[in-house]
């Protein structure tokens, strides 16, 4: 299995970013989907879920800021992030199978300077 993460950037607060995850090895579309972050000296932290329903969840503080969605045929999932803050400032993870899942992608850097 693998997961290849992308799209992350240097942006300024209030801007916006789009985080893709392109996943090869594993049957997509039957499997949910999750984004993490790690900000310097913090333990990893979960952002966003989404079930091979679609259904989403957030975590509270980027609730209504940022968008989980997939495309099962191209076998990626995203991550939209509208109105950024300095603390979104981290390295963001996707994920298939939770926190204690061996699938991670390799995460990619989001800085948001104020």
């Known amino acids: 299995v693998q997961l290849q993460a992308s799209g992350g950037g240097l942006v300024q607060a209030g801007g916006s970013l789009k985080l893709s995850c392109a996943v090869s090895?594993?049957?997509?579309?039957?499997?949910?989907m999750s984004w993490y972050r790690q900000a310097p000296g913090k333990q990893r932290e979960w952002v966003a879920h989404?079930?091979?329903?679609?259904?989403?969840d957030y975590e509270d503080h980027v609730k209504g800021r940022f968008t989980i969605s997939r495309d099962n045929a191209k076998k990626t999932f995203y991550l939209q992030m509208n109105s950024l803050e300095p603390e979104d400032t981290a390295v963001y993870y996707c994920?298939?199978?939770?926190?204690?899942?061996?699938?991670w992608g390799q995460g990619t850097q989001v800085t948001v300077s104020s």
């Open positions: 989404i079930s091979s329903g679609f259904r989403t």
């Open positions: 994920n298939i199978g939770g926190a204690t899942s061996n699938y």
């Open positions: 090895g594993i049957i997509f579309r039957s499997n949910a």
